[in-house]
């Protein structure tokens, strides 16, 4: 099946400094990769959707200044958290979508651990 | 984007047979609808999708009514490693921009 990678598993770092998270397809290529965060005990929360070699469109409320994504090539797409503050603490996961023959599907990556101090 | 709502939780025993439903009275004609397993500090894993009647692989099945307004997982003789939190989500092509609801915390005794 699909596999979705992410490095690092997780992170701990100070107050202000910025923080970079990959997200990579092992075994498919996809041009399409979404970053979702997820807070203890709640849902994941869509924050952006990555298109390979174009801009990132981002969902309401989230700061593109501040989460910025890149998605260079169809299997690497990658999230960083400038300025990092310890509101920004969370879970972040990505996923990759893939277009089946009849159907299309997101694969999850294992998420990444960020912690800010 | 069609809205789904399913209960917060549930409980079980082991080798009980469990149903969670889930309701999406919005949605669309395009729309699947796909189901995830989430557990503690890892990504969502996919379970089972369908459009339609009903669906079986390995792990699960899902049954879809003939209005679609709402679809049932079916995990048969569940384990306490089942212990998770199930996500049903509705979106065109199985999931494109996929808008995750509370999903339902699932908790399987001995």
């Known amino acids: 099946g699909a596999v979705v990678s992410q490095h690092p598993s997780w992170v701990i770092c100070k107050s202000g400094t910025s923080v970079k998270i990959e997200c990579r397809s092992l075994d498919f290529q996809a041009t399409t990769m979404f970053w979702y965060r997820q807070f203890p005990k709640q849902s994941l929360m869509l924050m952006a959707t990555s298109n390979e070699g174009s801009k990132a469109t981002y969902e309401q409320g989230v700061e593109k200044d501040k989460f910025l994504i890149n998605h260079a090539s169809l299997t690497l797409s990658t999230l960083t958290v400038t300025s990092a503050h310890p509101e920004d603490s969370s879970f972040y996961i990505c996923?990759?979508?893939?277009?089946?023959?009849?159907?299309?599907?997101?694969?999850f990556g294992p998420g990444t651990r960020l912690t800010v101090l | 984007l069609a809205k789904t709502t399913q209960p917060i939780s549930m409980d079980s025993y082991e080798g009980q047979e469990v149903n969670i439903t889930c309701s999406h009275n919005?949605?669309?004609?395009?729309?699947?609808i796909t189901w995830y397993q989430q557990f503690p500090s890892q990504g969502p894993r996919f379970i089972i999708q369908g459009y339609k009647t009903k669906v079986t692989n390995e792990v699960a099945s899902l049954f879809i009514p003939a209005d679609r307004k709402s679809s049932t997982l079916s995990l048969p003789r569940v384990s306490l490693s089942d212990t998770a939190v199930y996500y049903c989500l509705v979106g065109e092509n199985g999931g494109f921009k996929t808008i995750f609801g509370a999903g339902t915390r699932l908790f399987v005794k001995a």
């Open positions: 919005n949605i669309a004609t395009n729309d699947y």
């Open positions: 996923s990759a979508y893939v277009a089946g023959e009849s159907t299309d599907t997101q694969y």
